[in-house]
């Protein structure tokens, strides 16, 4: 077994496949613990994603009792969750980025610890507790631990900091092929390339026409819109409906750079940007943890969660990443009926400025006025979700391999972005159910 803490982070030069999954992770696994037997594992399957593949290897501890009789133990701490990226996740995904993102939040403890990297995904800790459903995050001791434990990921996380995790990780080690022995990773190895960390990534995006992605990001400035000009310019624009989607796309993304004050609005944080449902773990009662689990935040009798999955994870408008969680209350079916009203979204949005100026400065006090002004900015922002998971959807449909309608759901996502637009520009007299709901108290 190899700590990635005291040896680098180990690189498995191995590709996990779905055609043959289980026989796949056996070979990852026991290249990364080659003192474990492949009959002593066992392996769970996650389907709460709609990118990656998710499995969690348990490994069993077999002895012989005094009476003759096999015994098998399972030591939680000792499990992992292997992810396997999905097929062309590359042109949405920083995978090189999202292993640094790792990293850096595991050193604040926000994050298990990540023991390795291989050609398609990540092996990582396994975090114990119960991963929440839509209708969690709308009950006020769920959405409460949420807005606290994002109140810490925003008061912790140094966006600037970000850009020396790459040094913190240390010498990168992978296993050789050959000899089966760790060996140091040289700038200019294979490998290099595929792992995607460190590269300009102005020069990542091609487009006939000069956008955002053209201009240099400065440290601490939001990537939101950088991401979005990258996505649109990744499109297909092979048929004409393509290229016609493409320009309209771009010229939206044009309207709310020219016709809104979203850029820059507020703070700018270290977003995870994916806070669905899937992504928030309610972590067991302290005498029952097994595992990884960061500190507890509040009273002890307090729900605590936690986050997991960091590949959207970048600096970003605060206002962005919350109203994007509060966007993933309806789930992946869109039920617009669970939005949060003003009152729960007030609720939540003191609860997490208590937390984030606790562990920014020591002091919890909030006055309404602070908590009127992010009001304001999460409103603002509030159509913005709908078309970022639009565009990222509209590109699934054309490379996922998992079986999930993506096409209905760009459309489903790009109707809230356009409701909000015809509701701020004054366009529709008719208000859409998601549009009631956000202004409803």
Known sequence: ????????????????????????????????????????????????????????????????????QEKVTIDEMESALLRAYGKGTNVLIDRGRECQNHFYLAQHALAPPLLARFNNGLI?????????????????????????RLGQWHAKIDTKGLVDALDAM?????????????????????????????????????????????????????????????????????KEVERAKKAELRAELDWIEDNTTLRGLGEIVFGHCDLLSGNVIVLPKKEKRTGFCPADIGDENDTQVTFID??????????????????????????????????????????????????????????????QIVMDEVDSFRGIPGFYWGIWALIQATISQIDFDYAAYAELRLGEYSDWKAAVTGASKEMSLREQRWLSS
């Open 1 to 68: 077994m190899f700590d990635s803490a005291d040896e680098g982070l180990t690189f498995l030069p191995l590709t996990f496949s779905q055609a043959d999954a289980e026989a796949c992770a056996t070979h990852l696994i026991l290249a990364l613990f080659p003192e474990w037997n492949a009959a002593d594992l066992d392996f769970v399957r996650f389907t709460d994603g709609i990118t990656n593949t998710l499995l969690k290897c348990v490994h069993r501890h077999v002895t012989i009792g005094s009476d003759g």
């Open 124 to 148: 990582y800790r396994f975090v114990p507790g119960r991963v929440t459903s839509p209708p969690d995050l709308s009950t006020p001791r769920v959405y409460t631990a949420v807005a606290k």
């Open 170 to 238: 240390g010498p990168r080690r992978r296993i050789s092929p050959d000899s089966g022995v760790p060996e140091l990773i040289y700038d200019g190895d294979s490998d290099d390339d595929m792992l995607g960390i460190g590269r300009d990534r102005e020069s990542d995006t091609q487009s006939d026409t000069e956008s955002i992605t053209d201009k240099a990001i400065q440290p601490g400035e939001s990537e939101l819109w950088w991401t979005l000009a990258k996505w649109i310019d990744a499109l297909p624009e092979g």
């Open 310 to 371: 960091y590949e959207y994870a970048i600096p970003t408008e605060r206002a962005f990443d919350i109203a994007n969680h509060f966007s993933e209350w309806t789930g992946f079916d869109c039920d617009y009926n669970l939005i949060p009203k003003s009152t729960a979204r007030r609720s939540f949005i003191r609860s997490y400025l208590e937390s984030f100026h606790s562990f920014k400065n020591g002091s919890a006090k909030v006055d309404d006025a602070e908590v």
